[in-house]
Nanobody
Framework: QVHLVESGGGLVQAGNSLKLSCAAS????????MAWFRQPPGKEREWVALISWRGDTTDDWGSVKGRFTISRDNAKNAVYLQMNSLKPEDTAPYYC???????????????????WGQGTQVTVSA
């Protein structure tokens, strides 16, 4: 079991960028497929991006297509989410999640992941 802690959230103006970090402890992150989720106000938790054990990424999906990039550094036991061209609609707490095994296809769901961070708040002003 791995413990995940997100950081890097904050308040930014629309059009600007922000980079989130997810630090892992209690296990090698290389054993986990990692993902970022978010939960905008009044909505269910939404999958944003995915990265495999080997670094293959799925981050061009839906509303974040062309704007967000997921990456990982297994040596540092960390996962990142680079967010560019931020919009007010991106405002949400963002969560890092991990799973050793994953079946199916995007979009992924909260129940597909067993390890979760506590979230970091991203707020984008108009």
């Amino acid at each position: 079991q791995v413990h995940l802690v997100e950081s890097g959230g904050g308040l930014v103006q629309a059009g600007n960028s922000l980079k989130l970090s997810c630090a892992a402890s209690g296990g090698p992150l290389s054993d986990y497929i990692m993902a970022w989720f978010r939960q905008p106000p009044g909505k269910e938790r939404e999958w944003v991006a995915l990265i495999s054990w080997r670094g293959d990424t799925t981050d061009d999906w839906g509303s974040v297509k062309g704007r967000f990039t997921i990456s990982r550094d297994n040596a540092k036991n960390a996962v990142y989410l680079q967010m560019n061209s931020l919009k007010p609609e991106d405002t949400a707490p963002y969560y890092c999640a991990g799973t050793r095994q994953l079946a199916g296809a995007p979009p992924f769901r909260e129940v597909d992941f067993g390890s979760w961070g506590q979230g970091t708040q991203v707020t984008v002003s108009a």
